[in-house]
């Protein structure tokens, strides 16, 4: 067990390397480094946090694949919770704490999706690639 060390201190490594990944994204949310897409039962996921601002606030996900927008608010009492997404004509006061589905079927799943807050001072943007 000579290598115990060794491998312990890779372990080391790479949770301290892997901790600063999960909280090493600027406060406006502009460096993706959060994995928030994702796939189940053959749709794509792709989930935004609403406090305060919108988290990621750019996330690139597939073209053409049928998406649900995950709207995840948590005691979001600020203008966040107001969501405006024109493109699709979506326009909901979400919930302070909870999860809004947003379909955006395959074909409108290209180029950019903007949502913005309802007075425009909090925006995402989801860039299908
Ligand atoms: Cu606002």
Not at 45 to 67: C, D, F, H, L, R
Not at 70 to 95: H, M, Q, W
């Amino acid at each position: 067990m000579k290598n115990l060390p060794t491998i312990l201190s890779v372990l080391v490594a790479a949770l301290v390397i892997g901790g600063a990944i999960v909280f090493g994204q600027k406060p406006d949310g502009s460096d993706q480094v959060v994995q928030n897409v994702s796939m189940e039962d053959g749709k794509q996921i792709v989930v935004v946090n609403a406090k305060g601002g919108y988290s990621p606030q750019i996330t690139t996900a597939k073209a053409g694949v049928p998406t649900v927008l995950r709207l995840k608010t948590s005691g979001t009492y600020d203008c966040s919770s107001a969501v405006t997404i024109p493109s699709i004509n979506f326009r909901k006061n979400l919930e302070a704490t909870g999860v809004t589905e947003v379909e955006v079927p395959a074909h409108i799943a290209q180029g950019t999706l903007e949502g913005t807050c309802s007075m425009g001072m909090y925006n995402f943007s989801v860039r299908f690639i």
